[in-house]
């Protein structure tokens, strides 16, 4: 193909190629099947791509002739056989389909297979097999703690002493240790499994570090609770890797799920980026790290079950997308947007951010349903009136606007009459009784809201005469007692969304900021309410800081409500702030439930952890007998080469100490991060029997 040739131009000439081939084309509309060789205009790709995935001797030959198609499409090599060179061409079938499908050439929607079309700049993301099996996490976290909100570490270092000049005068300090700090250095390896690689990886894991927790404290767990038909009553905090951890759950908790929520990491292009370790391969790897998880999930999920995931503006119309592809662009609800910032994140170029949106998709859009928010306080507060029936506010009986006149309501003009005295309301016309009809004060005859059995039946609770200037009307009571509640609307502005809330809500428990951008409990728990009835379960797989726990408690303190959680985070503030913040809830509300923590045993995440620690080469190497020695590498690693060659090559030595972890770190088999549960048994990867018995408790299965 010549250098400079653009799709525009290369689609043409396929086009031109193609017309050679009747079977392929569709006719267009109106036009008889014997004119189709006079009217090709409507390609059939869905045809197309079946006839080159089997090779078809035809098209390919075609696409072979032309010498642009050619260049683009097949790769050229060279046989030698008994003295005599040959050319042989091999087609690119994925390179083909994926151009097809990125340059649409005129063909029938009708016909075309949907494919919404997230690519990675070189294939379709739904075709792409890949897995990203880790990531950043909240507040891109990896090495030490996060000790400060600016993203610095505090550390001391060993200074000679030192003589410098201030205000003309010299100063002589000490030698001695000096407080510093420096920008925190956030190490993250990508590691991405292609499917090809993957065998064991989803396999059930082994679970170790049972603990329950209640408002009393700590406990140990000589039980899981599961309901009469068998699903798991606790609620449960699990540590691990949560693509995995996911699968582990799938058994247990197929079609069982109500609610998916997350907050996952942003991947903004400002402070508060969670994903930015990798900026060339950033946008694809986010989206194959989210596409492997909501796959995972939606299994999970009941028939009438949803799917809510918060995403700010750089990701949301990419996220939209593939939630589209994953769920169904029928089953697509809405997006909400929630002020969670009202002045605005003031480092954004353009337009400071005040908002995120929350997207719902249903698992199946017409089993799905949406609860109301309840009564908001201002709408309580509009109910002043009491009687014995409880609190009221009152609406005119008589209709206004649209279809309000008395020929628009045969039936519903009729006399009401009242005695003043003696408050009594009748439709019977009695002596010295007012006759109160639904006339304006335009004097036009209007229409009554109810007809006369209607009123007969609710006068006593509902109806209320009163007295304006000496002229007598009719009220209902509209009852505080018979609201079901507001709506959801598509803009929530509660000033108890903000983060300042969700940071406050952590302060005080803790006494302290503990963590950075928590979610509003507020906010959540209204999320939860309008999906969720009182026996739920939830699942939020980027648990964070626990807000989502911390809202299940409260709403069903709230409502009697009985709804389990299920929590999963990697990051170790799962037992100094997860953990921590949902038992205090427990304990300073009184509530009489109680949490199961556990975790994904780990193996070769473990070995991760170690590489990734190391703080030179020389520890590297020191560590790579222990890597070889007691985990599981891979089996297409030239040990002794690497060993006695590659590590001492001064190539080698020459790279970032980051790059060396990275060679490291492939050296590990993704298969084995975690320990099988048809392995644990093994002494070498040393889980006690009690650790053994409750995993297969868990899994509801024999040993």
């Known amino acids: 193909m010549a250098p400079n040739m653009n799709n525009t131009k290369l689609k043409q000439i396929i086009f031109k190629v193609l017309k050679s081939d009747d079977r392929i084309w569709n006719s267009p509309c109106g036009v008889e099947n014997t004119q189709r060789g006079k009217d090709k205009t409507e390609l059939n790709q869905t045809l197309l791509f079946d006839l080159v995935e089997h090779i078809d001797e035809k098209v390919i030959g075609l696409l072979l002739q032309n010498e642009d198609a050619r260049n683009k499409f097949f790769v050229k090599i060279t046989r030698t056989e008994q003295g005599r060179s040959q050319d042989v061409y091999v087609f690119k079938t994925n390179d083909f389909k994926f151009f097809m499908e990125e340059n649409k050439i005129d063909n ?21 097999g890949e897995v990203v099996l880790n990531f950043p996490f909240k507040d891109c976290v ?14 001391f270092a060993y200074e000679e002493e030192k003589t410098k000049t201030v205000n003309k005068e010299k100063v002589t300090e000490p030698a001695g240790y000096k407080k510093k700090q420096a920008k925190r250095k956030e190490i993250f390896f990508n590691q991405v499994l292609a499917q090809d690689e993957i065998d064991r990886l989803f396999d059930e894991k082994a679970l170790v570090n049972w603990k329950r927790f209640t408002k009393d404290g700590e406990q140990e767990v000589k039980e899981i609770k599961r309901d009469e038909n068998g699903t798991i009553k606790d609620n449960l905090i699990i540590k691990g890797n949560n693509l995995l951890a996911l699968h582990s759950l799938k058994k247990q908790f197929a079609g069982k799920i109500k609610l998916i929520y997350i907050d996952p990491p942003y991947n903004t292009s400002t402070s508060a980026n969670t994903f930015a370790y990798n900026n060339t391969f950033n946008h694809s790897s986010w989206l194959t790290f989210m596409r492997n998880r909501m796959e995972a999930t939606k299994d999970l999920l009941k028939d009438e079950g949803l799917f809510v995931t918060a995403i700010d503006h750089y990701e949301l119309f990419y996220l939209g997308v593939l939630a589209d592809e994953i769920f169904g662009r029928e089953n697509r609800m809405g997006v909400i947007a929630a002020v969670h910032n009202p002045g605005g994140r003031q480092d954004d170029k353009f337009f400071p951010t005040a908002h995120e949106n929350i997207i719902f998709y249903a698992k199946n859009l017409s089993l799905a349903s949406i ?21 009221y506010k009152l609406r005119g009986f008589r209709r206004s606007g649209n279809n309000s006149n008395r020929e628009d309501g045969p039936g519903l003009y009729y006399p009401v009459y009242f005695d003043p005295i003696n408050k009594i309301i009748s439709l019977d016309k009695k002596q010295d009784y007012i006759e109160i009809l639904p006339i304006d004060d335009k004097n036009t005859e209007k229409c009554w809201r109810w007809g006369k059995d209607t009123f007969q039946k609710k006068q006593d609770k509902y109806i209320e005469v009163v007295e304006r200037n000496g002229k007598y009307d009719i009220y209902v009571k509209e009852r505080e007692c018979d609201y079901i509640g507001e709506k959801a609307k598509t803009i929530w502005t509660n000033n108890k969304y903000t983060g300042q809330t969700g940071t406050n809500s952590i302060k005080k428990i803790f006494g302290e900021k503990v963590f ?33 726990a911390h809202a299940v408690l409260e709403l069903n303190k709230d409502d009697g409500g009985s709804r389990k959680f299920i929590m999963i985070e990697q990051m170790d503030y799962i037992n100094t702030v997860t953990c921590p913040r949902v038992q205090k809830v ?32 020389e520890k590297l190497e020191k560590l790579f007998d222990t890597l070889y020695e007691n985990y599981f590498l891979n089996y297409t690693l030239k040990i002794k080469e690497f060993k006695e060659k590659v590590i001492k090559e001064e190539n080698f030595k020459k790279l970032s100490l980051d790059e060396q972890k990275r060679m490291f770190l492939t050296m590990l088999d993704l298969n084995q991060m975690y320990v099988q549960k048809t392995e644990m048994a093994d002494k070498k990867f040393g889980i006690d029997k009690k650790d053994r018995k409750l995993t297969f408790e868990f899994y509801n299965s024999e040993k």
């Open 108 to 128: 029938s929607y009708t016909q075309y297979k949907n494919k919404i079309g997230l690519t990675d700049g070189k294939r379709f993301l739904k075709d792409n």
């Open 142 to 155: 990896l090495e030490g703690g996060q000790s400060t909100e600016e993203g610095t570490d505090t550390y």
């Open 371 to 391: 609860n109301t928010l309840g009564l908001s306080e201002e709408k309580i507060k509009q109910f002043k009136i009491s009687d014995k029936y409880g609190k």
């Open 516 to 548: 950075t951008y928590p979610k509003s409990p507020y906010m959540m728990k209204d999320i939860l309410k309008i999906t969720t009835n009182k026996n739920d379960i939830v699942i939020d797989y980027h648990a964070g800081s626990g807000t989502t």
């Open 586 to 617: 427990m304990e300073k509300e009184n509530i009489d439930d109680s949490f199961i923590y556990f975790e994904l045993a780990k193996w070769n995440e473990t070995a991760k952890e170690k590489i990734i620690a190391c703080e030179s080469l």
